[in-house]
Structure formats: structure tokens, C-alpha cells
């Protein structure tokens, strides 16, 4: 069934997963960082218990249970705390997803170390290409870096490494569970240190906002849950580098949205940036095929 309309995922994978910078914007006024992700991934943390008990789906316990947290605190609570805490003290937008940018090159690199994954000329073309135009998209909001000192250069590199860890820990020890209970316990991982940094650093006052709910809602039900379902199954069906050239293509998604929503300006340098960035991903990705697995039980 999933094999059908496994082609479909990618594009809907990018699409979904490019909001998620809208909802940041809508979010960021209203909470401090790791206090609104605490709260998000609670809330997924809980919707997807839920479902998975409903189902008669059991939580995985012992090492599966540990790797899934593991998965959950790099993917989630690293990726995303550091990139909420390095833009909320200063970082610039541009400068922040130029460096997240680097992403997929080193999941490449790491799925070829760990992984097995064949590294080709092609992945090496597309990556060159899709960090091309993630310059070009973001070079109109460069400007001043804002501040750039180790307190939001540190956690923005780390939420390259997070992620791009957290994919290949997820490919190797546990792709094969129930993506409802497994993603319940990446977010119970991912809500730990999150929830011990929003303790130990913030205040924790909220403001109560018709936007933070509508952000708080949108992306735990359409993100936290949604776009990680895809790239879970993405994950598990392909290999790791072409799963991981996809986000190429987000900063250009979302400078498009933020035109529509914002009426921001698209330059004719973003626009090349966006197809360049396209580009890269076709050539990373175009040989890409459904992997076969074993059945999980």
C-alpha cells in the first residue's frame, strides 16, 4: 500500500516540513525556545500514546525504547533547540539556515561511514549544487549575521550534527518499529533535555496568543506528527543521503510561503537559488528506489 504512493511523499515531506520555519515566526514572539518545544513535543508526545494504545499498538521497551529516545533528542530536541535558541538571541535567519544547510552533507558522509551507503558522484554533484542555491535563497538575508558568537554559532552547528546523527541512529537501530510508538518515544527522548534547558535557562512565561496556539497546534499535529511520519517511512524505504537531499529544498518553499504570508520579497536570486537548489536534489535523487525490508512484526 505505502509503495503506491511512496512518490508522493517526497514532495509532500518538503511541503509540510517548510512550515514549519512559518510556525516559528508565528510561535517566537510569544514563548521562549525550548518552553515551546517542550510544550509541542509534550503535546505530540501524548496525541501519539493515544493513538498508538487505541490502535493496540504497545510502546517498544529495552533497547528498541532506548533507541528511539536516543533518535528523538538528536532529530528533535537538538535540530530544533538550537535552532530556536541560536534565532532568538541574535542569530541571522539567513545566516542560521546556511549553516543548517550543511545538514545533508554530512549525513551523506556519515551514511557512508556507518551505513554502507554508496557514495557517488552524483550524491557529490547534487550536494554541491543544493548548497549552491541554499546560498542563493538566503543570500538577501545575510546582511549583518546579528550577533555571531559562540552562544548561537555553537547550537546552530549542533543542530546540523543533531539531525544528521539522529537520521542515521534511527536508520541503523530502529527503523523497523510501529511509527506510531516508535515517534511517541523519540518525542518522550526529545522532551527531556528540552524540558531540563526550558528549567534551567527560561522563565517560562507564556503569552497566549491566538498565534501560539494556532502555531503550537499546526506543528505538532501537522510537523511534530505529520512531516516526521514521512520522513520516518522515507527513511526506512530509501537511503540516507537522498532522504537527507530533500531539505534542500526547504529554505526556497518557505521563502515562497513567506511571500504569499508575509508579502516578503522573492528576488530573481532566490528564485535561481530555488531551481538550483532543485536541481541538485533531482540529480541526487533520481536513480533513488523503494529498498526492500524485511517485515516488522
Known amino acids: ?39 509541542r513535543f509534550a503535546l505530540a508526545l501524548v496525541v501519539l500514546v493515544a493513538l498508538a494504545l487505541s490502535c493496540g499498538v504497545g510502546l517498544p521497551r529495552g533497547r528498541a525504547a532506548f533507541h528511539s529516545m ?11 533547540g538550537g535552532l530556536f535558541y541560536a534565532i532568538r538571541h541574535g542569530l541571522n535567519a539567513g545566516i542560521a539556515a546556511l549553516i543548517v544547510g550543511l545538514q545533508p552533507v554530512i549525513t551523506t558522509m556519515l551514511a557512508g561511514l556507518f551505513l554502507g551507503d554508496r557514495i557517488e558522484a552524483r550524491h557529490l554533484a547534487g550536494l554541491a549544487l543544493g548548497l549552491c542555491g541554499i546560498a542563493l535563497v538566503v543570500s538577501p538575508k545575510l546582511g549583518s549575521g546579528g ?12 543542530a546540523a550534527f543533531g ?3 539522529g537520521t542515521i541512529w534511527q536508520k ?3 527503523s523497523g518499529l510501529d511509527l506510531r510508538a516508535g515517534t ?26 491566538g498565534e501560539l496556539v494556532f502555531a503550537l497546534v499546526w506543528l505538532t499535529l501537522v510537523l511534530s506528527i505529520g512531516a516526521i511520519f514521512l520522513m520516518m517511512v522515507l527513511i526506512r524505504e530509501g537511503a540516507v543521503s537522498s532522504v537527507a537531499s530533500l531539505m534542500y529544498l526547504t529554505p526556497g518553499v518557505t521563502a515562497v510561503m513567506a511571500y504569499w504570508l508575509f508579502d516578503e520579497r522573492l528576488t ?3 528564485l535561481a537559488g530555488l531551481v538550483l537548489a532543485a536541481l541538485g536534489v533531482a540529480v541526487s535523487t533520481r536513480r533513488w528506489t523503494r529498498r526492500q525490508v524485511p517485515p516488522t512484526a
Open 70 to 80: 536516543v533518535a528523538g533528542a538528536l532529530i528533535h530536541g537538538v535540530y530544533l
Open 268 to 270: 530573481a536570486v532566490q
Open 184 to 209: 511517541a518515544l523519540q518525542y518522550c527522548g526529545a522532551l527531556v533535555p528540552t524540558l531540563a534547558l526550558a528549567f534551567l535557562l527560561e522563565t517560562g512565561e507564556v503569552d497566549w496568543t
Open 147 to 158: 550577533d555571531l558568537g559562540f552562544q548561537t554559532l555553537a547550537p546552530v552547528f549542533a
Open 1 to 39: 500500500m505505502i509503495a503506491r504512493f511512496l512518490w508522493l511523499f517526497p514532495p509532500l515531506f518538503v511541503l509540510l516540513w517548510s512550515t514549519g520555519f512559518i510556525g516559528a515566526r508565528y510561535s517566537m514572539p510569544h514563548a521562549e525556545p525550548f518552553t515551546f518545544l517542550a510544550m
Open 163 to 165: 539531525i544528521s546523527i
Open 172 to 174: 541503523k537501530f530502529a
